[in-house]
């Protein structure tokens, strides 16, 4: 790391610690050179490669973005799509690759959203999966009545989900 000060391209670790619960890493340098001392602050950058290979840093607000549009006229709060928006950078982060494919992004997308909103999730899933006739909704369709089977009638459905997801 290179001194602000002097600019030396050398510097020192004196003390490392973790930010914003372990997102980032704070670590005080001391340069060689001058004897100053700076703070640096680290954080692992998430790119997301995009179909025609231009690779671009995830952007949160992007997720929100795209996933409002589908909630348009939707009972979905602000701060639930907030929510998505960090479930699925949790899901991507996860996978502790350094670049991801827009693809993959998508993909994480789709199950917070069946779960969130199921009007929403078919809106988004449409596009995304780039739907070409009827049969393709309708089939999405069946999967999402299968998935309302198979959740117990006597189960308590938390408030702000659609029941069956």
Request: some cysteine.
């Amino acid at each position: 790391m290179r001194c602000p000060f002097c600019h030396n391209a050398d510097s020192r670790v004196i003390d490392s610690r973790e930010a914003d619960e372990g997102a980032t890493t704070r670590r005080r340098r001391s340069c060689p050179k001058c004897g100053r001392r700076f703070t640096t602050v680290e954080e692992a950058v998430l790119a997301v490669v995009k179909r025609s290979g231009v690779s671009e840093p995830f952007n949160r607000a992007k997720v929100v973005a795209g996933v409002r549009r589908a909630c348009q006229g939707r009972p979905v709060a602000e701060d639930q799509l907030q929510l998505l928006a960090q479930q699925v950078e949790d899901t991507i982060r996860a996978t502790g690759a350094a670049e991801v494919p827009a693809h993959e992004v998508g993909l994480a997308i789709l199950k917070p959203l069946r779960e969130l909103d199921e009007v929403a999730y078919l809106r988004f899933a449409s596009v995304y999966r780039s739907f070409t006739s009827v049969a393709d909704f309708e089939r999405e369709i069946a999967e999402l009545k299968a998935r309302q089977s198979t959740t117990p009638a006597s189960e308590p459905v938390p408030a702000g989900t659609v029941a069956g997801t």
